[in-house]
């Protein structure tokens, strides 16, 4: 993943903290600190079911244990308000098909905040490579990525 000449060229970059059986993402998170990289992590608002995008600086400091038992920053971390920062966005699912089609979790918080970002923001599924699937049929509101990285390939399509 940082290899990526997106993830070499951005200086904002949206990422998650993995849990469960998705890739595991904390190394990467650390990489993007030590890189001087602004990171951003989500933290859900389950009240209007959206992902707020808040910057952290220290890991050990920053996070807790928040909605659906996912690691996130603390309330009162510092929000960012003007997506168009974000350079690069990173976002789990549960399969990808070859144009870009992801499937989450199922509550739709990706779909919201993915459609917020603008044109130039690159985004970055990352799954394993048995998450591929021939084809995702998407319902409306649900936003594909530019490309999906595995542990076997990376695929390359354009969302828009």
């Given at each position: 993943m940082i290899r990526l000449s997106?993830?070499?060229?951005?200086?904002?970059?949206?990422?998650?903290?993995?849990?469960?059986?998705?890739?595991?993402?904390?190394?990467?998170?650390?990489?993007?600190?030590?890189?001087?990289?602004?990171?951003?992590?989500?933290?859900?608002?389950?009240?209007?079911?959206?992902?707020?995008?808040?910057?952290?600086?220290?890991?050990?400091?920053?996070?807790?244990?928040g909605a659906f038992g996912i690691?996130?920053?603390?309330?009162?971390?510092?929000?960012?308000?003007?997506?168009?920062?974000?350079?690069?966005?990173?976002?789990?699912?549960?399969?990808?098909?070859?144009?870009?089609?992801?499937?989450?979790?199922?509550?739709?918080?990706?779909?919201?905040?993915?459609?917020?970002?603008?044109?130039?923001?690159?985004?970055?599924?990352?799954?394993?490579?048995?998450?591929?699937?021939?084809?995702?049929?998407?319902?409306?509101?649900?936003?594909?990525?530019?490309?999906?990285?595995?542990?076997?390939?990376?695929?390359?399509?354009?969302?828009?």
């Amino acid at each position: 993943m940082i290899r990526l000449s997106d993830y070499v060229r951005s200086r904002c970059i949206m990422l998650y903290w993995s849990c469960d059986n998705e890739v595991g993402t904390h190394d990467l998170v650390r990489t993007a600190l030590r890189d001087g990289k602004k990171v951003l992590l989500p933290r859900c608002n389950t009240k209007q079911g959206e992902i707020r995008a808040c910057e952290v600086k220290d890991l050990s400091s920053d996070l807790k244990v928040g909605a659906f038992g996912i690691w996130e920053p603390y309330e009162g971390i510092q929000e960012l308000c003007d997506f168009s920062e974000i350079d690069f966005c990173v976002v789990p699912g549960i399969a990808f098909d070859p144009k870009g089609n992801r499937v989450g979790r199922g509550l739709g918080y990706y779909d919201r905040f993915l459609s917020n970002l603008c044109e130039r923001t690159k985004t970055i599924g990352v799954g394993y490579a048995f998450q591929i699937v021939d084809k995702i049929y998407p319902t409306d509101g649900d936003a594909r990525v530019d490309k999906v990285v595995t542990e076997k390939e990376t695929l390359v399509w354009r969302r828009r």
